[in-house]
């Protein structure tokens, strides 16, 4: 299996209770964390079945959305919706999925 495509679905995963810790007092953050997260899984899966400039621009936008979804963690973390200790985990693996689509649309030669 495509590995930063097991990686993104394992960063949703994590997410998971924190976007259920994060609705009841924010549900448009919540929503918006969602929303990226699910986004950021998809196209990274859209991105490994284009070619040239289309894989790029999917991987692009993954990395975005990905970006996005990390800083809605830290946002919830600063709101005081969730602690630290549980945006531990989602963060990590956000910067492995980001760093994993960096690679991918910056490939060595």
């Known amino acids: 299996m495509f590995e930063a495509l097991t990686?993104?679905?394992?960063f949703i995963?994590?997410?998971?209770?924190?976007?259920?810790e994060i609705e009841p007092r924010d549900n448009n953050?919540?929503?918006?964390?969602?929303?990226a997260a699910t986004s950021?899984?998809?196209?990274?899966?859209?991105?490994?079945?284009?070619d040239g400039r289309d894989r790029a621009a999917?991987?692009?936008?993954?990395?975005?959305e990905?970006?996005?979804?990390?800083t809605a963690v830290q946002v919830a973390?600063?709101?005081?919706?969730?602690?630290?200790?549980?945006?531990?985990?989602?963060?990590?693996l956000a910067d492995r999925v980001g760093a994993m689509l960096w690679r991918l649309r910056h490939p060595r030669r």
């Open 7 to 10: 990686i993104a679905r394992e």
């Open 13 to 20: 995963v994590a997410v998971r209770p924190l976007v259920a």
């Open 29 to 35: 953050l919540a929503d918006q964390l969602r929303r």
């Open 40 to 50: 950021a899984a998809l196209n990274t899966a859209e991105g490994g079945r284009r």
């Open 58 to 64: 999917r991987y692009r936008i993954a990395a975005g």
């Open 66 to 70: 990905c970006a996005e979804a990390a």
């Open 77 to 92: 973390v600063d709101w005081g919706y969730i602690p630290a200790s549980a945006a531990a985990l989602a963060l990590a």
